[in-house]
């Protein structure tokens, strides 16, 4: 089963709640994208290609596999790319802990796991 045949998006934030909760019942697992959306990438290509690529990914291993997408975390530890003009890093710690409030929250709405 993929997710396109049974909702028009895996994206929870472009769906009800009554629809996330119908996909969960269904086996959905969850998936926690990342990928920074400041973070230098050369002279040729957008500070965002880390989130488009997250995005990308997350949205092609929705239509093989029974999958709800939480948006993308664009912020993370890059410390090495800060002295690049636009580049943004949080501490580690920072990081760390935003990922785990993060998945606890999701696994905390009945989603059996986090893919």
Do not use: C
């Not at 690529?53 to 093989?64: G, I, N």
């Amino acid at each position: 089963m993929t997710n396109r045949s049974k909702a028009k998006s895996s994206w929870v934030s472009e769906l009800s709640w009554p629809d996330i909760e119908r996909r969960i019942e269904l086996g959905a697992n969850a998936l926690l994208p990342v990928g920074a959306s400041a973070k230098e990438h050369g002279l040729h290509m957008p500070m965002n290609t880390d989130y488009l690529q997250a995005k990308w990914l997350a949205e092609r291993l929705a239509m093989h596999r029974n999958l709800l997408i939480w948006p993308v975390v664009s912020y993370g530890y890059y410390p090495a790319f800060v002295d690049f003009p636009g580049s943004v890093t949080l501490s580690e710690q920072t990081f760390s802990l935003m990922i785990k409030e993060i998945i606890t929250s999701v696994l905390g709405a009945a989603i059996p796991r986090l893919a």
